[in-house]
């Protein structure tokens, strides 16, 4: 027996949203998820799921797992063989999740608990007691130094360690000065030779390597999971979480909040921002030689 562990009454809104983001970026994954909610209350088979997606073996479990794994869909079992139950509120709002998975722009307007009103506005100014707060998303593709990453839509993974791709980083920001890491830095890398938008600002990074597994959450930022609020101590206007997976909604949430505190503060626009596996991987493929693997 399969027990959800959500409530859709609740937080229908960020279930629909989570849904849409995680199949936005690969077709076949919504292809099988179509599969799997499609007909009655009966799991689909793996045998089932390669016949209607056409998919190999191999393909059908890596989707399903993953589908599982971010539970769009239940893993069981039929007949002692892998099989996968359709979650039967994504099911009954399967058509709208694939229509904001394969339009960026209804997505990024999709309200939900955290941005009821402004999810996916780019510039957030709203005034609290005469203090205009000003935040910013910012993605790998706004930096000057990044360029050749805008050519590059999908890179196959690539795994470098934190301190490759951290060298990589400096190596691409132009940095020449020594860069030494100790357990009680605000950052992992603090530099003002990163152009954004042909600007120079100041940009702290925080990296989490292959030695972190699994989604990236809060929980996984730090030994106390304080890292992001100690990275915002950083004199920065930029602040970066770079991981080789993807990231917990959840950091950028909590980014958010420290973008509009420091923001308030200093009186000045604050950019944040998060460069996921997949970000990752593009970057390595524009810039192979870089982080060490040409």
């Keep these: 027996m399969i027990t959800a562990v959500s409530d859709a009454r609740s937080n229908s809104k960020d279930q629909i949203a989570h849904a849409a983001n995680v199949l936005k970026r690969s077709a076949n994954a919504r292809k099988v ?31 399903g797992g993953k589908l ?38 209804k997505l990024k307007r999709h309200p939900t608990k955290y941005a009821p009103a402004t999810a996916g506005v780019a510039d957030i100014r709203v005034s609290i007691r005469g203090a205009k707060i000003q935040i910013s998303p910012v993605t790998c593709d706004d930096f000057d130094q990044f360029h050749k990453i805008k050519k590059i839509r999908r890179a196959p993974s690539k795994m470098v360690s934190e301190r ?18 100790w357990g009680g830095e605000p950052n992992d890398l603090y530099t003002t030779k990163l152009r954004h938008k042909g600007q120079r600002r100041a940009v702290a990074f925080a990296f989490k390597g292959p030695g972190t597994q699994g ?19 950083s004199p920065a206007e930029i602040f970066v979480v770079q991981y080789h997976g993807q990231i917990d909604q959840d950091v950028i949430e909590q980014m958010r ?8 503060r ?14 990752t991987n593009r970057l390595l493929a524009a810039y192979p030689q870089q982080f060490g693997l040409k």
């Excluded at 998919?55 to 989707?63: K, R, S, Y």
């Design 33 to 63: 998820f179509e599969a799997i909610c499609r007909g009655g209350k009966k799991p689909k088979t793996v045998a089932h799921l390669m016949k209607a997606t056409r998919f190999t073996q191999i393909a059908v479990l890596q989707l």
């Design 68 to 105: 599982g794994d971010q539970q769009l869909v239940h893993k069981t079992q039929v007949d002692g063989k892998t099989a996968y139950e359709k979650d039967r509120f994504l099911a009954t709002n399967r058509t709208k999740i694939l229509g904001l998975a394969t339009n960026p722009t």
């Design 164 to 181: 490759n791709f951290k060298k990589g980083v400096i190596k691409l920001v132009g940095e020449t000065g020594r860069f030494q890491d």
């Design 215 to 233: 989604v990236l959450t809060p929980k996984k930022l730090g030994k106390n999971g304080n890292q992001i609020q100690r990275l915002f101590r």
């Design 257 to 264: 909040a420290f973008a509009t505190l420091n923001s308030v």
């Design 266 to 279: 200093e009186g000045k626009r604050i950019w944040y921002g998060v460069i996921d596996g997949d970000d």
